[in-house]
RNA sequence: GCCCGCAUCGUCUAGCGGUCAGGACACCACCCUUUCAAGGUGGUAACCGGGGUUCGACUCCCCGUGCGGGUACCA
């Protein structure tokens, strides 16, 4: 259902670079947007100063480009409700802190850290919930003394009584009791608002319809509701997504090693790839096809099928994208997508390379390895058998021969003339073509595996592949 | 401690009271084959445990267990 009302945001924090955990998040996010034909948000959310590292904020922004999920709104591209950067926005959440103070849904406190560390601990020895004990809010006069003296204070949301409920685009209905969550802080002591403040404020004045954010902000969202509440206006439809997990059964984090995605272009990995195998953590299309062009995903994604357990992510089943992905490309944007892994060639090589090459990569980067010794000179490697497994001395000389003889009689142009006549040397010697020919692979590869050994003569030429062949020949003795 | 959530092959998942529990990755075998791949065919492999509800539970309810998350003047 086309909906151009619909508005989705991702709204990530400046402290790192983006990981497979966060990137799907926004998957999610701009699906959703782009399947209804609403917008897509991106603002950044860097209210915590101390937390905040310079560089990230770029790399977010390459990474979503590079993926190909684009803003409609946002840093670079502004739009009607710019900045959506939190950071230039603190008048705008002091105001509203100012405003809920007044009409009595928030309050201010002066309580030490210390002070409310001891708390927390008391409540824990005697089993209950911690959480703020509203000292501050029956001593309002005290305090406004204690901040006019200059003394540090927050802004504390008085927490309802009752209960918070949403139904959850992913997870269903959702209820909280009020009176096990925290009084929380909106506006710290510096000034700046904490996450809670500023997550509501901007959903509210971007006009976001669907806030669509990792699980771990379930707990939060009775705040926010409370503070939709407070201050008079419609929620939006909640959607938590489920964590992805390392192997290690752990949320993906920075720390404990969880790739910057940055890094898997570098890798040889498609963006079109990565985006299919992300959204299948997690989303099904509820028929069996499993591979999907970002465009598909377009067309088939909704939250509702969007499960609600934590997965895994198997970078097998990455690597086996990647490869149906780069195998559906075409020769041009491969030529394009070569041109990094095969420094140096020109787009006509590239384009030669290409038949042999295309079945044989599972990142772009394979392209490196597999060509090396039609690019430059094969290395000779102790490790490889030469002759190989099943094949004599004898027969080894009479392919190699073979091959020189006709390629000096017929050159390299009639492919299955040179291929049967081998074939006929190789049965002729009581041999298995899949045996002898590795022979031939060792000789002009260096290896008894790679790119198929004709076509690889046939783009080294005549006067190379003969060197080749006679270096191994007299390698034989 | 307190609160919340989740639970199907090793992994990602389908399933929405009655199915031989399906697909994909990975793995194994075979076929194809100039190597390696790719492709094709087949195979191994799962409903966390215990109670209910029901004529009948993977499916609904309860308890337990396990895992994850929250519990901050971090997001």
Not at 49 to 59: D, S, V
Not at 249 to 263: I, M, P, T, W, Y
Not at 405 to 413: C, H, K, M, P, S
Request: hydrophobic share 40%; proline share 6%.
């Amino acid at each position: 259902m086309p909906d151009a009302r619909v508005r989705t945001r991702f709204a990530p924090s400046p402290t790192g670079a983006l990981h497979f955990g966060s990137v799907r998040t926004a998957l999610f996010a701009w699906l959703t947007a782009r399947h209804a034909g609403g917008a897509f948000i991106l603002r950044i959310e860097d209210t915590d100063q101390e937390r905040y590292i310079p560089g990230t904020e770029a790399l977010i922004l390459e990474t979503l480009s590079w993926l190909g999920l684009n803003w409609d709104e946002g840093p670079e591209v502004g739009g009607p409700h710019d900045p959506y950067i939190q950071s230039l926005r603190i008048a705008v959440y002091r105001e509203h802190a100012d405003t809920l103070v007044a009409d009595g849904n928030a309050y201010w406190c002066t309580c030490t850290p210390a002070r409310l560390a001891a708390m927390r601990e008391e409540q824990r020895a005697r089993s209950e919930p911690t959480r703020y004990d509203r000292r501050c809010l029956t001593r309002q006069a005290e305090v406004a003394v204690e901040r006019a003296n200059g003394i540090a204070a927050v802004v504390r949301l008085r927490m309802p009584d009752g209960v918070s409920e949403w139904d959850d685009l992913v997870r269903g209905h959702v209820s909280f009791n009020n009176a096990d969550i925290d009084d929380q802080v909106l506006l710290k002591s510096d000034g700046f608002p904490t996450y809670h403040l500023a997550v509501v404020v901007d959903d509210h004045l971007m006009e976001i319809s669907h806030v669509i954010r990792s699980d771990e902000w379930i707990p939060s969202t009775p705040k926010h509701l409370a503070l939709y509440a407070a201050f008079g206006w419609d929620p939006p439809r909640f959607a938590h997504v489920p964590a992805v997990l390392g192997p290690d059964h752990q949320k993906l984090s920075k720390r404990r090693g969880a790739r910057n995605v940055l890094e898997y272009g570098e890798l040889g990995y498609l963006p079109s790839a990565i985006v299919n195998a992300i959204a299948l953590l997690g989303w099904s299309s509820g028929d069996e096809q499993e591979v999907f062009t970002p465009q598909e995903l377009i067309e088939r994604f909704t939250l509702e099928r969007v499960n609600s357990a934590a997965a895994i992510f198997d970078p097998k089943r990455l690597d086996d994208l990647n490869g149906i992905h780069i195998r559906r490309m075409s020769t041009d944007d491969l030529v394009e997508a070569l041109e990094f892994p095969l420094p140096g060639t020109s787009k006509e090589t590239r384009r030669q390379l290409i038949p042999m090459l295309r079945e044989r990569m599972v990142t772009l980067a394979d392209a490196t390895r597999l060509c090396a010794p039609l690019l430059g000179e094969i290395k000779l490697d102790e490790s490889v058998e030469f002759p190989p497994k099943k094949v004599d001395q004898a027969t080894a000389v009479k392919m190699i021969d073979a091959c020189i003889e006709a390629i000096v009689d017929g050159g390299l142009d009639n492919h299955a003339a040179l291929l049967e006549r081998l074939r006929a040397v190789a049965e002729a010697a009581g041999v298995k073509p899949r045996d002898a020919f590795r022979v031939l692979y060792i000789a002009v590869l260096g290896s008894p595996t790679g790119l198929p050994v004709i076509e690889a003569m046939m783009f080294l030429g005549k006067e190379k592949s003969l060197q080749r062949l006679s270096d191994a020949r007299a390698r034989l003795g």
